[in-house]
């Protein structure tokens, strides 16, 4: 059939038109298809591309691809995250001491001998230097008096209350708001891909479990940390367990490999830690043969979050830097690998 | 339309006949299926109807159904067995213990001073009155010899290669086939319930991690037991751990519910002994408030496996014993619950 010019030459239009319009949807189907498949197997959207980046991605598809040689059974896919630094904040001081002082103005009421005691009366005064100064024996005197003396149920209860409405100095949020959301990022990632993701703090065992289950999908007993002596009661008849003030273990330097073990039962394949603090357990995982991962946070940025290691008392840096440069442990730049510094709360 | 008489009887007989077969087929389905619904609703075939499987059964069921006043949500559903007696045979001595002795004898050419010292001159002669004599210091000398002096991996292999070929002096099975059926189908019934399930023993931590994930299905962290003393050395440089001969923790008694505490983090809603040595945990677990379950396995089969409660050394059951009327926790008569008593090796 010959239509009339007109008509074919408008019909050839319509045709270039429908054409076109196909065409369009087809190529655009695809870029968004592609972009959307992008999106889906980035895991780790708030890295920037980079070493650190490209190491982690790495790592778990050489340890987690089926035929690959270094393919290791989901069993054995252990990770550990050391707490504060590797993932939430921990300067100017580490979150848990600033609800040891907290609780210290809190109970002062019951302890009129606080006003003309040290520590206590620093900390009342807020007078940081003496605090300081008083080292390790003040610092034991004020974890009895805030973390002792109660049962593990209403020492959580406290810390819940606490979190609940104290806020950091600087951010004016939330300290369970100041949890690092590249971080967040990895957790995910390395569950997703058959990892038991465990926290090897040297913080208190007790404190961490509080939040690590909502604000990193870590359950109570895949916390390992510090402890004081717990001891059982019967208390009027009822079976209780009492928190003593008196040091259980020091999950920390050397005791962390220690914990891991006593806690896990397997060596790690994976850790992540920022201070000198995880040394050991860093060498004690990437040393064991096989592929392995070690991977050291370095704050770097100063003006999204703090820049601080050698000089630092707070997640002093220093062996562990230099080690991961010898050992080839993967270091983190914040300031250069994270696009994101605090996850925003769900 | 009406059809001549004999077509009509003829086709009303095969209506009949019809009928019949439907009917049959639609009762048999319904009988088969109702059968196939009990068998894979009997999540606990090897326990006899009665008091303890229906103790079981229903507390399950209260904390897990929706809308239940019992409800309990999942991550809070923790439940601890005890292992010797209550998973795994501990007759005529505990396994670790056998173990031990054994270890004894393979390393006494190391030790040609033991033939003349006790307790292990009393081990090489299978002198068990004096062994028994020898008492907590005794069987502290003999854990150290045979427990220490190793790094954990090294240890777990001992452990694994004993396992594998010696035998229990009764059934002449290897020990880890010697595990409860019956109990393996709470483990696998009470998961599939969104349990989390644990070990709490008063034997060695390293000890039972070795079998507990193959033939308990319970993962290495899972395992809350007894421990000794473990030390991060460099060795040549190499991190490395090392067990002391040294007690660190009794997971027995009051330190049950201490080594629960501080492995797990949650009180549990479930306990599962066979021993005073789980009288607290029952306790501490049961009298929470809140619908909980204490199970007490009471040894009485002396046909197909032992009969032993308040006069034995081996799982003394005295006090737990009249606890569990008291405390109304479930208790399990082996003898009448247990149609088997062993798993058959996988």
């Known amino acids: 059939m010959r239509l009339p010019r007109h008509i074919e030459r408008s019909s050839r239009t319509l045709t270039s038109v429908w054409c076109a319009i196909v065409a369009w949807i087809v190529v655009a189907s695809i870029l968004c298809g592609s972009t959307a498949a992008w999106a889906q197997s980035d895991p780790l959207p708030s890295w920037n591309e980079g070493v650190a980046k490209r190491a982690i991605i790495e790592f778990v598809t050489a340890v987690t691809r089926d035929g690959s040689p270094d393919f290791v059974a989901a069993p054995e896919r252990v990770a550990t995250f050391d707490n504060d630094g590797t993932l939430?904040?921990?300067?100017?001081?580490?979150?848990?001491?600033?609800?040891?002082?907290?609780?210290?103005?809190?109970?002062?009421?019951?302890?009129?001998?606080?006003?003309?005691?040290?520590?206590?009366?620093?900390?009342l005064e807020g007078d940081m230097a003496t605090i300081a100064a008083a080292g390790e024996h003040g610092a034991a005197e004020i974890v009895a008096a805030t973390h002792a003396g109660v049962s593990p149920e209403e020492?959580?209860?406290?810390?819940?209350?606490?979190?609940?409405?104290?806020?950091?100095?600087?951010?004016?949020?939330?300290?369970?708001?100041?949890?690092?959301?590249?971080?967040?990022?990895?957790?995910?990632?390395?569950?997703?891909?058959?990892?038991?993701?465990?926290?090897?703090?040297?913080?208190?065992?007790?404190?961490?479990?509080?939040?690590?289950?909502?604000?990193?999908?870590?359950?109570?007993?895949?916390?390992?940390?510090?402890?004081?002596?717990?001891?059982?009661?019967?208390?009027?008849?009822?079976?209780?367990?009492?928190?003593?003030?008196?040091?259980?273990?020091?999950?920390?330097?050397?005791?962390?490999?220690v914990g891991i073990e006593q806690h896990i039962g397997r060596r790690p394949i994976a850790a992540f830690g920022n201070s000198d603090g995880d040394l050991e357990t860093l060498q004690w995982t990437t040393m064991a043969g096989g592929r392995r991962l070690g991977v050291v946070?370095?704050?770097?940025?100063?003006?999204?979050?703090?820049?601080?290691?050698?000089?630092?008392?707070?997640?002093?840096?220093?062996?562990?830097?230099e080690a991961a440069a010898l050992d080839r442990w993967t270091l983190v730049d914040m300031k250069r690998d994270w696009k994101t510094i605090f996850a925003s709360r769900q």
Chains 1, 2 share one sequence.
Do not use: C
Not at 89 to 110: N, S, T
Not at 113 to 122: G, I, L, S, T, V
Not at 207 to 235: C, D, H, L, M, N
Not at 297 to 320: C, F, M, N, P, W
């Open 88 to 123: 939430w904040i921990e300067q100017p001081i580490y979150v848990q001491f600033a609800f040891a002082l907290d609780r210290v103005k809190a109970l002062a009421p019951l302890h009129p001998e606080w006003k003309d005691k040290q520590p206590f009366k620093a900390v």
């Open 155 to 257: 020492f959580r209860q406290t810390v819940k209350d606490w979190l609940a409405t104290a806020k950091h100095p600087r951010y004016n949020r939330r300290y369970d708001e100041l949890v690092y959301q590249p971080m967040l990022e990895v957790l995910a990632y390395m569950r997703a891909n058959g990892f038991k993701t465990f926290i090897a703090s040297g913080g208190g065992i007790e404190f961490i479990r509080v939040f690590a289950e909502e604000r990193y999908g870590i359950p109570p007993e895949q916390v390992v940390g510090s402890s004081i002596v717990t001891k059982f009661e019967r208390r009027d008849g009822r079976p209780t367990l009492f928190r003593l003030p008196q040091v259980n273990f020091v999950d920390d330097g050397p005791g962390k490999p």
């Open 297 to 321: 946070i370095h704050h770097t940025d100063a003006e999204r979050e703090y820049a601080y290691d050698r000089q630092s008392k707070v997640g002093h840096l220093d062996e562990a830097l």
